[in-house]
T-cell receptor, first 115, second 111 residues
Framework: NAGVMQNPRHLVRRRGQEARLRCSPM?????VYWYRQLPEEGLKFMVY????????ESGMPKERFSAEFPKEGPSILRIQQVVRGDSAAYFC?????????????FGQGTRLTVV | DQQVKQNSPSLSVQEGRISILNCDYT??????FLWYKKYPAEGPTFLIS?????DKNEDGRFTVFLNKSAKHLSLHIVPSQPGDSAVYFC??????????FGGGTRLMVKP
């Protein structure tokens, strides 16, 4: 049973380009969480999704950021018109219940660098 | 407004001694607490958890203590080993909600 898979591991974008980060949850998991870790900071919640639904996006910046988790395929975190401040490690986690009371399993992250 | 805080950004401990990592929270609705360990360039991995109905949970060298009245939890590692050197995040959650993480504490265990 493969773990949470994120790709790419490293992504370099120029300012103004779009970044697409992918997350395939563990088999049997239908709940996905995205977190961001800025340099020298902790993990910050961005968005919680179930299949085809955004449950909580309270941590997501209102502009340029969007997330989806379609019925088929991975969850996608999309950042439009990237700026230098978007440079961070983006982690995806999945859980089987979505209740938050069981541990969520994390992927290895995508390190986004905006140049 | 940080609901989960780890006030010590770093901790240095001698191998074989006890490491104590602390975490404070403000939201009394949290009823489940977890510790994650993170190595550089890797995702966090689950370490140990505790439900709010307990005040202690032990797993090998790792013990988590919960003081609900003080809204405080701690992770004890004994004996500490060099391989324990990592960033430790505490997290809190409740049913139907996502996990809220602290800022992390970097533990360095010196041989």
């Amino acid at each position: 049973n493969a773990g949470v898979m994120q790709n790419p591991r490293h992504l370099v974008r120029r300012r103004g380009q779009e970044a697409r980060l992918r997350c395939s949850p563990m088999k049997g998991h239908s709940h996905v969480y995205w977190y961001r870790q800025l340099p020298e900071e902790g993990l910050k919640f961005m968005v919680y999704l179930q299949k085809e639904n955004i449950i909580d996006e309270s941590g997501m910046p209102k502009e340029r950021f969007s997330a989806e988790f379609p019925k088929e395929g991975p969850s996608i975190l999309r950042i439009q018109q990237v700026v230098r401040g978007d440079s961070a490690a983006y982690f995806c986690a999945s859980s089987p219940t979505g209740t938050g009371v069981t541990e969520a399993f994390f992927g290895q992250g995508t390190r986004l660098t905006v140049v | 407004d940080q609901q989960v805080k780890q006030n010590s950004p770093s901790l240095s401990v001698q191998e074989g001694r006890i490491s104590i990592l602390n975490c404070d929270y403000t939201n009394s609705m949290f009823d489940y607490f977890l510790w994650y360990k993170k190595y550089p360039a890797e995702g966090p991995t689950f370490l140990i958890s505790i439900s709010s109905i307990k005040d202690k949970n032990e797993d090998g060298r790792f013990t988590v203590f919960l003081n609900k009245s003080a809204k405080h939890l701690s992770l004890h590692i004994v004996p500490s080993q060099p391989g324990d050197s990592a960033v430790y995040f505490c997290a809190a959650g409740n049913a139907g909600n996502m996990l809220t993480f602290g800022g992390g504490t970097r533990l360095m265990v010196k041989p």
